[in-house]
């Protein structure tokens, strides 16, 4: 297994952009796997191809529509209104049954292949809406069976699984890629780059997120650069 070379399961949206460039800061040759799965919004895929070729990185896509099938949910049914707020007692309709086991899965097989130990994904317990797939129970869980299947020893990486939304883009900003994160991604819901239609429930999250990032950066800001009191 190559222990310099990672793959990131690349959506192009802002988690996973922001964990494609951590990457490339943590190993010396960056893999990125895109999946079409019956989403409403290809876009995305587009999107995520042009992100790679701008970092440098080898993009591939893989076909993996059945999931879209399996299982009722607002992402790939257009018959389905979209939760814009979170049902109490459950997830919202926009959870994608089996979609992180079986990218990661893929992700893995596609890894092996290529002498890769390294997946990196962008999931996260902090800011969440109750996906039992993002959970770090479920990776470490996901990461033991896939070495087990295979005999392997993957590593399945987190970047963002412990920090919010803020710290989500002030690690953009830490690794230079604020701007192209916040222009160039599409996290919506409804298909729109950029900061989105502004009101599905991935737009709300991504827009406190930046407004309280950057309400701390400008603070700081005005602290450093403050003149000093005369003595």
Not at 126 to 135: A, E, H, I, L, Q
Not at 137 to 164: G, R, Y
Request: charge should be neutral; charged fraction near 25%.
């Amino acid at each position: 297994m190559n222990k310099d070379a990672a793959l990131v399961v690349f959506s192009g949206g802002q988690d996973s952009t922001t964990c494609l460039f951590w990457a490339k800061k943590h190993f010396k040759k960056v893999y990125a796997l895109s999946f079409l799965y019956g989403q409403k919004h290809v876009k995305e895929v587009e999107l995520a191809r042009e992100i790679a070729r701008k970092a440098e990185v080898d993009f591939h896509v893989m076909d993996v529509s059945f999931i879209g099938h399996l299982g009722k949910n607002s992402l790939t049914d257009t018959s389905i209104h979209m939760d814009e707020e979170k049902p109490e007692g459950t997830f919202p309709n926009t959870f994608v049954p089996g979609r992180n086991l079986f990218f990661l899965s893929i992700a893995a097989v596609y890894a092996r292949e290529r002498g890769i130990n390294h997946i990196v994904t962008g999931v996260s317990q902090t800011d969440f809406s109750g996906y039992p797939d993002c959970r770090d129970a479920f990776i470490k869980s996901l990461n033991v069976t896939l070495n087990l299947a295979m005999e392997e020893q993957f590593v399945i990486h987190t970047p963002l699984m412990w920090i919010d939304k803020a710290q989500t883009w002030a690690l953009a900003d830490e690794l230079g890629v604020l701007d192209l994160v916040r222009n160039e991604t599409l996290t919506c819901y409804n298909g729109i780059p950029g900061d989105g239609c502004g009101h599905c429930p991935a737009c709300k999250l991504r827009r406190e997120g930046l407004e309280k990032y950057l309400a701390i950066k400008n603070k700081y800001c005005l602290l450093y650069t403050s003149p000093s009191p005369r003595d």
